[in-house]
């Protein structure tokens, strides 16, 4: 070696070798708010079924000649206004006869652990620990967008037609958002994918008008007329360039809508989610079943509006 390449100091690789690495837990990129999980009162169930009774609303299937209220619903008939002793017509409040029924769905993982890895390898990190915890992550994923998209109860799919509206012009504009929250009382949440919270922004800036500001859980969300705007990138956008806002009602007490989960299920990791040992094999892997079951339910039909078609890049 010459003189002018002779090393001064310890190098940086060979004093890599006596130094500690300073690591992160492991980081996945599939981990979301999950706002609509966060906002919706949970209804803890027995079994694995939630009955909606409501009063009678005839259809043309099945009709019914007594007045109906506004609503459409079987009217109760009552007198006002009266004096004197009329007499008072007879009434009951009637019910459906075929009340829809929610069954619990479930997402589910198996994951597999060599215990080779778990008894060598978990320091200082629990090896175990952390794989069910990205797992769990996404069957958390998971479980918001079936709660959004599923085709039998998702909430993209169970707003009825008088609580569907499409915008006038295209992306969402203040007066789309008004016309979405006059069809109901105490909209508590509209949630919506970013493109289309980002869209309204820029039509509130274009008509002059600026969105409220709201805290909600400790993080500052925009809002209109006092009601958050929750993002949720489980609500699609199209090809096409469109996507749907959801205006929600929440709550048993308000005849809203209201997540559904098993009380008390075994091995509970966290309400309605499972971690169940299945067992060790013949190659010494241990296998655990991590399982979520849920399902949501609009008790009332108004309690659930979806304004569609919303262009996002406009």
């Given at each position: 070696m010459t003189e002018p390449d002779r090393p001064l100091s310890l190098g940086t690789p060979a004093a890599r070798t006596l130094a500690t690495t300073t690591k992160t837990a492991p980081q996945t990129q599939e981990s979301s708010p999950r706002w609509l999980l966060r906002a919706l009162p949970w209804v803890e169930?027995?079994?694995?079924?939630y009955r909606v009774n409501r009063r009678l609303t005839p259809t043309p299937e099945r009709p019914d000649p007594r007045p109906l209220n506004r609503r459409g619903e079987v009217a109760i008939?009552?007198?006002s206004g009266h004096s004197g002793e009329p007499t008072l017509p007879g009434t009951f409040p009637d019910y459906d006869p075929s009340p829809r029924e929610y069954e619990l769905s479930v997402s589910q993982a198996v994951v597999r652990i060599h215990t080779r890895v778990a008894d060598l390898y978990s320091d200082p990190m629990d090896q175990t620990r952390e794989q069910l915890r990205l797992t769990v992550e996404a069957v958390r994923e998971a479980q918001e967008r079936e709660?959004?998209?599923?085709?039998?109860?998702?909430l993209l799919h169970s707003a009825g037609p008088a609580q569907r509206l499409t915008p006038r012009s295209g992306p969402p504009a203040p007066a789309d958002l008004d016309a979405l929250l006059t069809r109901r009382r105490k909209?508590?949440?509209l949630l919506a994918n970013p493109l289309?919270?980002?869209a309204f922004g820029r039509q509130c800036s274009a008509a002059g008008v600026y969105p409220d500001s709201v805290e909600v859980d400790g993080s500052r969300m925009t809002a209109w007329r006092g009601v958050p705007i929750l993002p949720c990138d489980k609500i699609p956008v199209s090809r096409s360039g469109t996507s749907s806002i959801l205006a929600l009602r929440t709550g048993e007490d308000d005849q809203g809508v209201v997540g559904l989960h098993p009380a008390g299920i075994p091995d509970e990791y966290r309400p309605g989610l499972s971690v169940r040992v299945m067992g060790i094999d013949e190659r010494g892997i241990t296998t655990y079943l991590v399982s979520?079951?849920?399902?949501?339910?609009?008790l009332v039909p108004d309690a659930l509006g979806v304004l569609d078609d919303v262009e996002v890049y406009g």
């Amino acid at each position: 070696m010459t003189e002018p390449d002779r090393p001064l100091s310890l190098g940086t690789p060979a004093a890599r070798t006596l130094a500690t690495t300073t690591k992160t837990a492991p980081q996945t990129q599939e981990s979301s708010p999950r706002w609509l999980l966060r906002a919706l009162p949970w209804v803890e169930l027995s079994a694995g079924s939630y009955r909606v009774n409501r009063r009678l609303t005839p259809t043309p299937e099945r009709p019914d000649p007594r007045p109906l209220n506004r609503r459409g619903e079987v009217a109760i008939e009552l007198a006002s206004g009266h004096s004197g002793e009329p007499t008072l017509p007879g009434t009951f409040p009637d019910y459906d006869p075929s009340p829809r029924e929610y069954e619990l769905s479930v997402s589910q993982a198996v994951v597999r652990i060599h215990t080779r890895v778990a008894d060598l390898y978990s320091d200082p990190m629990d090896q175990t620990r952390e794989q069910l915890r990205l797992t769990v992550e996404a069957v958390r994923e998971a479980q918001e967008r079936e709660l959004v998209g599923n085709p039998a109860f998702g909430l993209l799919h169970s707003a009825g037609p008088a609580q569907r509206l499409t915008p006038r012009s295209g992306p969402p504009a203040p007066a789309d958002l008004d016309a979405l929250l006059t069809r109901r009382r105490k909209t508590r949440y509209l949630l919506a994918n970013p493109l289309a919270i980002a869209a309204f922004g820029r039509q509130c800036s274009a008509a002059g008008v600026y969105p409220d500001s709201v805290e909600v859980d400790g993080s500052r969300m925009t809002a209109w007329r006092g009601v958050p705007i929750l993002p949720c990138d489980k609500i699609p956008v199209s090809r096409s360039g469109t996507s749907s806002i959801l205006a929600l009602r929440t709550g048993e007490d308000d005849q809203g809508v209201v997540g559904l989960h098993p009380a008390g299920i075994p091995d509970e990791y966290r309400p309605g989610l499972s971690v169940r040992v299945m067992g060790i094999d013949e190659r010494g892997i241990t296998t655990y079943l991590v399982s979520a079951y849920y399902s949501v339910a609009v008790l009332v039909p108004d309690a659930l509006g979806v304004l569609d078609d919303v262009e996002v890049y406009g």
